[in-house]
């Protein structure tokens, strides 16, 4: 009997960044900085900070203009986190800007939640 190969943590990751993704897209129909249609899950504080990658708040809607060559509208993204969220919201997401480091376990429980969400 053959043993199921397990995705490695990279392909994982790549798989609950696309769920998240159309997730955040189909919450978030339009820009939340300029109105225009939805393209793309811009995040507020860098993916690269694993502990906000998968962030509800962090992440939300933007058009392409706005994400890639504006760099996020930072500004206005800002504003509308404060609306949306309160006046704290951007020192709440500061603090969650530490090391962070997912298992299989992790990224397997973020692709079952958003899967189901769609």
Same mark, same amino acid.
């Given at each position: 009997?053959?043993?199921?190969?397990? #995705?490695?943590?990279?392909?994982?990751?790549?798989?609950?960044?696309?769920?998240?993704?159309?997730?955040?897209?189909?919450?978030?129909?339009?820009?939340?900085?300029?109105?225009?249609?939805?393209?793309?899950?811009?995040?507020?504080?860098?993916?690269?900070?694993?502990?906000?990658?998968?962030?509800?708040?962090?992440?939300?809607?933007q058009c392409v203009r706005?994400?890639?060559?504006?760099?996020?509208?930072?500004?206005?993204?800002?504003?509308?986190? =404060?609306?949306?969220?309160?006046?704290?919201?951007?020192?709440?997401?500061? =603090?969650? =800007?530490?090391?962070?480091?997912?298992?299989r376990k992790d990224f397997e429980e973020?692709? #079952?939640?958003?899967?189901?969400?769609?």
């Amino acid at each position: 009997m053959k043993r199921k190969k397990l #995705k490695s943590i990279s392909q994982l990751k790549k798989e609950a960044d696309k769920h998240f993704s159309i997730f955040i897209r189909q919450r978030d129909r339009y820009c939340v900085t300029c109105g225009a249609f939805t393209a793309h899950a811009g995040h507020y504080i860098s993916r690269s900070w694993l502990g906000l990658r998968y962030n509800e708040r962090n992440v939300n809607g933007q058009c392409v203009r706005c994400n890639i060559f504006l760099k996020g509208n930072m500004d206005e993204y800002a504003l509308f986190l =404060k609306r949306k969220y309160g006046p704290d919201i951007l020192e709440e997401l500061k =603090k969650l =800007k530490v090391p962070t480091q997912f298992k299989r376990k992790d990224f397997e429980e973020i692709i #079952k939640k958003y899967k189901e969400e769609k």
